[in-house]
């Protein structure tokens, strides 16, 4: 349970922004919060970045390893992509997108691992193959682009709906005019929509940040850690 949110900027600099909440919530029985941990839940390489709503287990970790090795990262999430296209020009029951996924999952369901706690992601990816793209990765392994309007993004988790209502109302504000996103503009509004998001209890206050363009993947937070502890 937890917030994510990617926003396409497609003025200017070309980029896509991707930040999440870092609330890890323990549950009891009843539903009520036991307590609560701090954890990252985005992870990037060389040309990609994830976001991810579920548990975190060792079996999560070990699949981020695995697609942190640059040799490997590519060829995993390039067959992915690619498996989504061909289904895109050819629609048909068969065959999974994210094959990775989906074991991972199935792994986990059959260790008994409950439905609502299973792994969903946002996938947003900067490669020279396939560019600024943004996708929606359901329990699955099912990959779904960002639909494109007014404003491309892509919202996951309990916090999604407020989301969906906030950003809802910001475009009603601009009711007339073109909506230009930049990535000034698409970091104001994942932070202002994840501040909204706080209202879900399983929601937290911090921040994490990943910005993807062309020429890279920035992490505002952590290059801020690592120049203030030089």
């Excluded at 206050?205 to 920035?218: A, W």
Aim: glycine letters at 8%; charged letters at 30%; one cysteine or more.
């Amino acid at each position: 349970m937890t917030t994510i949110l990617g926003i396409r900027a497609g003025f200017g600099i070309e980029g896509i922004v991707l930040g999440a909440d870092t609330q890890l919530s323990f549950i009891e029985d009843g539903g009520k919060i036991q307590k609560k941990k701090p954890i990252s839940k985005v992870v990037n390489g060389r040309d990609w970045a994830m976001g991810f709503c579920g548990m975190p287990t060792e079996e999560l970790y070990k699949f981020f390893q695995t697609l942190k090795k640059q040799d490997k990262s590519s060829e995993i999430i390039t067959k992915a992509i690619s498996n989504y296209d061909s289904y895109r020009e050819s629609p048909r029951i068969d065959g999974i997108h994210f094959q990775e996924i989906n074991l991972l999952n199935t792994s986990l369901r059959r260790n008994d691992l409950s439905l609502e706690d299973l792994n969903r992601f946002i996938l947003a990816t900067t490669s020279e193959k396939y560019g600024l793209r943004l996708f929606e990765i359901d329990e699955f392994g099912n990959l779904k682009e960002a639909p494109k309007g007014e404003m491309q993004y892509v919202t996951i988790g309990s916090g999604s709906e407020i989301v969906e209502a906030h950003i809802k109302q910001e475009l009603d504000k601009e009711e007339g005019t073109p909506s230009i996103v930049t990535i000034p503009k698409a970091i104001r509004l994942v932070r202002s929509s994840l501040t909204q998001a706080q209202r879900d209890p399983y929601t937290d206050s911090q921040i994490d940040l990943l910005i993807l363009t062309q020429s890279g993947i920035k992490n505002p937070g952590k290059d801020l850690r690592e120049t203030l502890n030089r």
